[in-house]
């Protein structure tokens, strides 16, 4: 699932996991290698739902990083705000 530029979405876990993904840079076209936060998402914007929310964000990571290491994620709602595209790209992060 993508948070669309500008948009907020309120974000329920209940699982989640560590990854290598290969993504491509939009302006050179070039690959390479990240860490990715991959989570399971149970609810969206109040409704049940089953999506996965990939995190390549290194500041969005860690912000949600202490939650995930912790298990608190589980009995907590997020409120994540998307501004900006491509490097430019921010996030903030209410926890409910």
């Known amino acids: 699932m993508v948070i669309p530029e500008g948009k907020c979405k309120t974000l329920k876990f209940d699982d989640w996991t560590k990854v290598t993904k290969v993504i491509t840079d939009p302006l050179?076209?070039?690959t390479k290698?990240?860490?990715a936060l991959l989570l399971h998402v149970i609810?969206?914007?109040g409704e049940p739902t089953s999506k996965v929310f990939s995190v390549v964000s290194g500041r969005l990571a860690a912000t949600l990083w202490p939650y995930l290491e912790s298990g608190e994620f589980k009995r907590r709602v997020f409120r994540i705000c998307r501004s900006g595209r491509g490097f430019l790209?921010?996030?903030s992060v209410?926890?409910?």
């Open 33 to 35: 290698e990240v860490e």
């Open 28 to 30: 050179t076209g070039w």
């Open 43 to 45: 609810e969206e914007d």
């Open 94 to 96: 209410e926890v409910l």
């Open 89 to 91: 790209t921010e996030y």
